[in-house]
């Protein structure tokens, strides 16, 4: 399993991103996908995920309400629209994925990094 993300950079604080993640090696119908985040100094932290198979959604509380999972079947790929950008969204996003039922996500991409400024 391949993941690559893209779609990282700089924004000003209000402004709005789409990361993109395009998985390959297998089907997804048995897994959930998910955006991870890292900021400086800080720990790896969920984002959101998504059940691949019927589009069911998970948010942290930082995220809710401006950020939205989505994903295309037949592109095989994840996106993260992220709007109403905050500083303190500035991050390393990573995708990652899982088979349902995994307490750990298996597969990670590389990250893209998202810099918002005030």
């Known amino acids: 399993v391949q993941l690559q993300a893209s779609g990282g950079g700089l924004v000003q604080a209000g402004g709005s991103l789409r990361l993109s993640c395009a998985a390959s090696g297998r089907t997804f119908s048995s897994y959930e996908m998910g955006w991870f985040r890292q900021a400086p100094g800080k720990e790896r932290e969920f984002v959101a995920g998504?059940?691949?198979?019927?589009?069911?959604?998970y948010y942290a509380d930082s995220v809710k309400g401006r950020f939205t999972i989505s994903r295309d079947n037949a592109k095989n790929t994840m996106y993260l629209q992220m709007n109403s950008l905050k500083p303190e969204d500035t991050a390393v996003y990573y995708c990652?994925?899982?088979?349902?039922?995994?307490?750990?996500?298996?597969?990670w991409g590389q990250g893209t990094l998202v810099t918002v400024s005030s």
């Open positions: 998504i059940r691949w198979s019927d589009g069911t959604t």
């Open positions: 990652a994925g899982k088979p349902i039922g995994n307490s750990r996500y298996t597969y």
